[in-house]
């Protein structure tokens, strides 16, 4: 299995960006998908989550204006991140959490910088 994570950029601050997350190879069918971010000089953050059955999860620093999605025909898995600020930027990393195996996959980061 192998994450592809793409889709941050400059945006100003009220600003909308969505992240993408493609898994590839074979994906089972129960999994949780967790979106972390990791701001410099800061530990790497769990933001939200999403699973196979759509349960979404958000910390409080993001809840109302991130918003977990998926496509199980494109086997991606978006993150709307709306009203942006300038807190949060960081690189943005999506997890892939098989439930079955235990094991776990990482995309590649993608640069968000929220200008004020």
């Known amino acids: 299995v192998q994450l592809q994570a793409w889709g941050g950029g400059l945006v100003r601050a009220g600003g909308s960006l969505r992240l993408s997350c493609e898994a590839s190879g074979n994906v089972p069918n129960t999994w949780r998908v967790r979106w972390y971010r990791q701001a410099p000089g800061k530990m790497r953050e769990y933001i939200a989550s999403i699973d196979n059955r759509n349960i979404t999860d958000y910390v409080d620093s993001v809840k109302g204006r991130f918003t977990c999605s998926k496509d199980n025909a494109q086997n991606t898995v978006y993150l709307q991140m709306n009203n942006l600020k300038p807190d949060d930027t960081a690189v943005y990393y999506c997890?892939?959490?098989?439930?079955?195996?235990?094991?776990?996959?990482w995309g590649q980061g993608t640069q968000v910088t929220v200008s004020s």
């Open positions: 997890n892939l959490f098989l439930l079955l195996s235990m094991e776990n996959y």
